[in-house]
């Protein structure tokens, strides 16, 4: 955060978040608006809240929450217009960190959502390690592993997490077409990653 003077003008929020979600260009969740926007400026939780829920209110932003998912923000037409009229209200200062912030966020963001690895009790003594690796939304690898303890299948999360792309390329090798080119069989889900 480079600008450190406090912000509390709430149009100048306002301004700030459809700015935000504009240079965003996609759906974002609550939590990724959140950070986007206080990562960069000094303003309270309590005034981004009066803003967002205000922007709601009065059709510039659409905040939804499907059933079991997380709480979304969607920029409307009526929120993308307004903000083309007054971006350039916000001073530069404010607006270069939070444009520059976006790509190197979104990115980290997608390698953190790319690998999971959870602990699923099935009862009080007996457990799976479930393991996923994603291209974006589509799923490379799903796999669900009965390990008995607790204890053992923390082990293999732990393990995975060392490097899911040797055990994802270790999995691809064993039932994968010997046959076929090897570089066909190979996935770099990092490297896809960091193409984006």
């Known amino acids: 955060m480079l600008y450190k003077k406090e912000i509390t003008d709430q149009v100048m929020i306002q301004y700030i978040i459809l700015f935000t979600m504009a240079k965003a260009d996609r759906i974002v969740t609550h939590n990724q608006l959140?950070?986007?926007?206080?990562?960069?400026?000094?303003?309270?939780?309590?005034d981004f809240r009066i803003a967002l829920d205000n922007l709601e209110k009065t059709g510039h932003?659409?905040?939804f929450q499907p059933p079991g998912k997380?709480?979304?923000?969607e920029l409307l037409s009526r929120g993308r217009e307004a903000n083309?009229?007054?971006e350039h209200q916000i001073p530069v200062y404010i607006r270069e960190p939070i444009k520059n912030y976006i790509s190197?966020?979104?990115?980290?963001?997608?390698?953190?959502?790319s690998v999971t690895a959870e602990l699923l009790p099935l009862s009080e003594t007996e457990y799976m390690a479930d393991f996923a690796i994603y291209d974006g939304s589509t799923p490379l690898m799903k796999l669900s592993v009965y390990a008995g303890t607790r204890k053992y299948a923390s082990s293999m999360i732990e393990e995975f997490?060392?490097?899911?792309?040797?055990?994802?390329?270790?999995?691809?090798?064993?039932?994968?077409n010997n046959d076929n080119d090897e570089t066909e069989n190979k996935?770099?889900?990092?490297?896809?990653?960091?193409?984006?």
């Open 104 to 113: 190197p966020f979104f990115k980290e963001d997608a390698i953190k959502r």
């Open 61 to 63: 932003i659409r905040i």
């Open 187 to 196: 996935t770099d889900f990092k490297t896809q990653e960091e193409t984006k």
């Open 70 to 73: 997380e709480t979304y923000c």
């Open 84 to 86: 083309t009229f007054f």
């Open 161 to 176: 997490k060392k490097d899911p792309q040797k055990v994802y390329e270790t999995i691809i090798n064993m039932i994968g």
């Open 34 to 46: 959140t950070s986007l926007v206080l990562d960069n400026c000094n303003i309270k939780f309590t």
